[in-house]
């Protein structure tokens, strides 16, 4: 079992930054993916950006450059920092972890994942 808790979230003008994070309890393994979703009303849930417990990293086309993602495994916590932000970025974030096993599906897919957060609103002005 796995609990997610996320915060960092809130209201930013465009170029501005924000730093999200997640902060992981429970007893299952360690998540061998860890990721950022982020979904706008009315849209789908689309992949931002994962993390590997061996430390790759991917993000998608549109925030390469200007999000990091991390991981602090002594504190169990997920980060996602995010720069430039772009009103386009407006979304609730969510993060999410894997069961902690070395599986064939992607990262990058919302069904890899039974764990996920609650969300943190992001909103970026023009």
């Known amino acids: 079992q796995v609990q997610l808790v996320e915060s960092g979230g809130g209201s930013v003008q465009a170029g501005g930054s924000l730093r999200l994070s997640c902060a992981a309890s429970?007893?299952?393994?360690?998540?061998?993916?860890m990721a950022w979703f982020r979904q706008a009303p009315g849209k789908e849930r689309d992949w931002v950006a994962f993390v590997r417990i061996d430390g790759p990293s991917l993000y998608t086309d549109s925030v390469k450059g200007r999000f990091t993602i991390s991981r602090d495994r002594a504190k169990n916590t997920l980060y996602l920092q995010m720069n430039s932000l772009k009103p386009e970025d407006a979304a609730m974030y969510y993060c999410?972890?894997?069961?902690?096993?070395?599986?064939?599906?992607?990262?990058?897919?919302?069904?890899?994942?039974?764990?996920w957060g609650q969300g943190t609103q992001v909103t970026v002005s023009s």
């Open positions: 999410a972890a894997d069961r902690g096993r070395y599986e064939y599906s992607s990262c990058a897919s919302t069904g890899r994942y039974p764990y």
């Open positions: 429970g007893d299952s393994a360690e998540p061998v993916c």
